[in-house]
């Protein structure tokens, strides 16, 4: 089976430039999960979706950050604009239901370097 | 904030037993304690997950004090490929939906 897909694997872009990040679930999944991770802060949670709908988005770090969901199989994060502190390593989650119970499976990430 | 410690690393040899230990002195009842894994460059791998009981599954076992306030994850035959940074992840409640990680132990498996 699928598990999470994230595309693009790499993005180089330069400052000031608009980055697309994608993410399909794990097919019955219905939480889905955007995680960050620097050297500096590790891996800290961005946001996270139930049925398609944002639950907490606490953890976008300001408004050049949003994450839709338009339906079960697809997610972006985008980031407009970027900026060289924005470079890190994206991971997209999945879990079947919401609650401590449910483990989140993750995709192998995006690696973003903004110049 | 993580609400776990762990060692920052330990070395195992190959084909050895590895067993991982964490500290969550201050874990509630509800909460759960999860293991994960990440080998460089990678997604963070689940491994396994426990509540009250001690748990297995064909990568790990999980043994859980009956405190609660530690536990350890076994790799029971650990080969070059289980090199990776470990992280211990208390996890709470029916909206505990925040994995949290900490720096988590860097376990080298050495030939």
Request: aromatic share 8%; with cysteine.
């Amino acid at each position: 089976d699928a598990g999470v897909i994230q595309s693009p694997r790499h993005e180089v872009t330069e400052m000031g430039q608009e980055v697309t990040l994608r993410c399909k679930p794990i097919s019955g999944h219905n939480s889905l999960f955007w995680y960050r991770q620097t050297m500096m802060r590790g891996l800290e949670l961005l946001i996270y979706f139930n049925n398609n709908v944002p639950i907490d988005d606490s953890g976008m770090p300001e408004d050049r950050f949003s994450a839709k969901m338009p339906n079960a199989s697809f997610s972006t994060l985008k980031i407009q604009p970027s900026e060289p502190r924005d470079s890190a390593v994206y991971f997209c989650a999945s879990s079947l239901a919401q609650g401590a119970g449910n483990e989140q499976f993750f995709g192998p990430g995006t690696r973003l370097t903004v110049l | 904030d993580a609400k776990t410690t762990q060692p920052p690393s330990m070395d195992c040899a190959e084909g050895r037993a590895a067993n991982l230990p964490c500290n969550h002195s201050t874990i509630s009842g509800n909460e759960y304690v999860y293991w994960y894994r990440q080998i460089h460059s990678q997604g963070p791998q689940y491994i396994i997950h426990g509540l009250k009981n001690n748990e297995t599954n064909e990568m790990a076992s999980l043994i859980i004090t009956e405190d609660r306030k530690s536990s350890t994850l076994i790799l029971p035959h650990a080969t070059l490929r289980d090199t990776a940074v470990y992280y211990c992840i208390v996890r709470g409640g029916e909206y505990g939906n925040k994995l949290v990680f900490g720096a988590g132990t860097i376990l080298r498996v050495k030939s």
